[in-house]
């Protein structure tokens, strides 16, 4: 069961980190990554730190994705 | 062709790769250093030798003191490089505006936001004081102050949560981290002789929980300052 979890939390952390690297749209990039650090944020608090877990839910899906968004938003969504 | 030699020369690169991630010592293992070496230790004696009871405070703290109060340094550091960058290039500075888009966070969000602002806060508050008992500490209740603090930003205004923070206040919470550290350090040498000390005399105990608590608030304070601080000078006009 415990692996089971830990698995599908390790295959959908590859899935939204190759997404993020294909995404050309750089908002999705940015909810996408988002996203991952959730994932991340599971696998920290199932590994049994949950110190390091609440600092990737914090910065890691917070504070950076709203960084990123305020990025976006002054330059352009779109790669080059 | 070039995209050929690419594929595989980043194939050839991840073969040792692989292997050696392979050859890692399983996870929990027991003939690992991590469980044979100094861990072993710190584990026995942490809270003994440290005097906090969260074994991760204790290496954080004391026994890898220095390695934290540079670590806040850095951030620090990093801090001043990003207002010197986008302070230098506007003329305004950091005024607390909210320009962008100009499209209001819907009724549901600000309900939600503003209803649990003050359990977020609490929440922060607690987990910067009892970093020395439970998971947690100024680093990650800070981050959690820093993230409220950008909530409520964007939902009552810039304008009602900047008048909380005066100018000249957020200048010393921004360097709160470093400043708790050095002054800790200072004191360390005045009661102990060696730079971040702590007194390990049984008579004054309550000074070491009181030096741990210290440098956990000020490592949480400057922490959401620095957060805050590089969320409005980036969407500042």
Redesign the interface.
């Known amino acids: 069961m415990s692996t089971a979890f830990d698995i599908t939390l390790l295959l959908l952390l590859i899935a939204t980190a190759l997404a993020v690297a294909r995404l050309k749209d750089l908002l999705a990039a940015a909810v996408v990554f988002s996203t991952y650090s959730l994932v991340m944020c599971l696998l920290w608090l199932h590994r049994g730190a949950p110190d390091v877990a609440m600092t990737e839910a914090a910065v890691g899906a917070g504070v950076t994705t709203v960084l990123f968004l305020i990025a976006i938003g002054r330059t352009t969504r779109r790669e080059k | 062709m070039k995209k050929a030699l690419v594929t595989s020369l980043l194939i050839i690169a991840a073969i040792p790769m692989l292997i050696a991630v392979a050859a890692l010592p399983r996870h929990g293992a027991l003939d690992t250093p991590v469980q044979t070496g100094i861990s072993a230790h710190y584990l026995e004696f942490g809270v003994e030798e440290a005097g906090a009871e969260n074994i991760?405070t204790d290496v954080i703290l004391n026994y890898r003191g220095f390695d934290t109060e540079f670590e806040v340094t850095v951030i620090f550091t990093s801090l001043a490089a990003v207002l010197a960058l986008l302070l230098g290039a506007s003329t305004a500075g950091a005024t607390l505006s909210r320009p962008?888009?100009g499209v209001r966070p819907s009724v549901v969000v600000r309900f939600v936001v503003r209803l649990l602002a003050p359990f977020t806060a609490m929440f922060a508050i607690y987990?910067i004081l009892n970093g020395h008992v439970s998971?947690?500490?100024g680093?990650?209740g800070g981050?959690?102050l820093?993230?409220l603090f950008?909530t409520l930003t964007v939902v009552l205004g810039g304008a009602r949560v900047a008048g909380a923070f005066p100018e000249a206040s957020r200048r010393w919470l921004q360097i709160a981290a470093p400043l708790t550290f050095a002054v800790a350090g200072v004191a360390g040498v005045l009661l102990t002789g060696f730079y971040l000390g702590y007194p390990t005399e049984v008579g004054l105990h309550w000074l070491r929980t009181f030096m741990i608590i210290a440098i956990e608030i000020g490592i949480g304070v400057g922490g959401a300052a620095i957060?805050a601080t590089?969320?409005i000078v980036?969407?500042a006009e």
């Open positions: 991760v962008g888009s987990v998971p947690g500490g680093f990650q981050a959690v820093g993230a950008i957060i590089l969320f980036m969407e």
